[in-house]
């Protein structure tokens, strides 16, 4: 157990649709990276927040938008679904700049 | 942006084989992982390794920083081994991870 949790961990929805995914990282780290993993791109780096703040974007679509709580929990909405977002959604969480943890992912389905 | 190559692409082995999976990446690097993802999709860390040597059990890995390659040695396998074993890189600050394409190894009794 890496100590990041994840909910769902499985989610289904249609094309069109919005979702949320929800992240809680390890008792102690400030940084959640969320991740995204298909068949076609390998895993991905989405973005990133320390404390509460966006630090660093990476290859996130517009339709996608994340944020993290005072309470160092972070969730990422997934809007107008199309079926190419199907995939695993991975939360990471670290201390500045060291070993980074992985949750068990949610998988997302578009249908 | 930094290049993360991993080879080979997939393995496969006999029980009690021994391997070495490559990690190659283009650019210095401030933070190196290995991973193992199993078949349910979890992402396992093994090594934080940014350079040097590192060992866990029938695991070990070694990073040669300035000559941009990571090695992971596993010896003696076991089934439970089988899996995807990803290399991330971290280069530029704020700890984003770089993956690599993975190895896709496959341990058979």
């Known amino acids: 157990d890496s100590g990041v949790t994840q909910t769902p961990k499985h989610l289904i929805t249609a094309t069109g649709q919005r979702v949320t995914l929800r992240c809680s990282p390890r008792?102690?780290?400030?940084?959640v990276y969320w991740y995204q993993q298909s068949l076609d791109q390998g895993l991905q780096f989405l973005i990133q927040?320390?404390?509460?703040?966006?630090?660093a974007k990476g290859n996130i679509l517009e339709r996608f938008s994340a944020q993290q709580f005072p309470d160092l929990h972070s969730e990422l909405n997934l809007s107008s679904l199309e079926l190419g977002d199907s995939a695993l959604y991975f939360c990471?969480?670290?201390?500045?700049?060291?070993?980074?943890?992985f949750g068990q992912g949610t998988r997302l389905t578009v249908v | 942006g930094i290049q993360v190559e991993q080879s080979p692409p997939d393995l496969i082995l006999q029980e009690g084989a021994n391997s070495t999976l490559r990690c190659n990446f283009s650019?210095?690097?401030?933070?190196l992982q290995w991973f193992h993802q199993n078949p349910w999709g979890q992402l396992i860390n093994l090594f934080y390794?940014?350079?040097g040597t590192k060992q866990n059990g029938r695991l070990s890995a070694t990073t040669v920083a300035t000559e941009r390659y990571s090695l992971l040695y596993i010896s003696s396998s076991q089934t439970t081994d089988s899996g995807v074993y990803f290399c991330?890189?971290?280069?530029?600050?704020?700890?984003?991870?770089?993956f690599g394409a993975g190895t896709r190894l496959a341990v058979h009794p």
């Open positions: 990471a969480s670290s201390q500045q700049n060291t070993e980074a943890f």
């Open positions: 008792s102690g780290d400030l940084s």
């Open positions: 927040y320390y404390n509460g703040e966006e630090r």
């Open positions: 650019d210095s690097v401030n933070n």
């Open positions: 390794i940014p350079s």
């Open positions: 991330a890189v971290e280069s530029g600050g704020y700890n984003k991870l770089i």
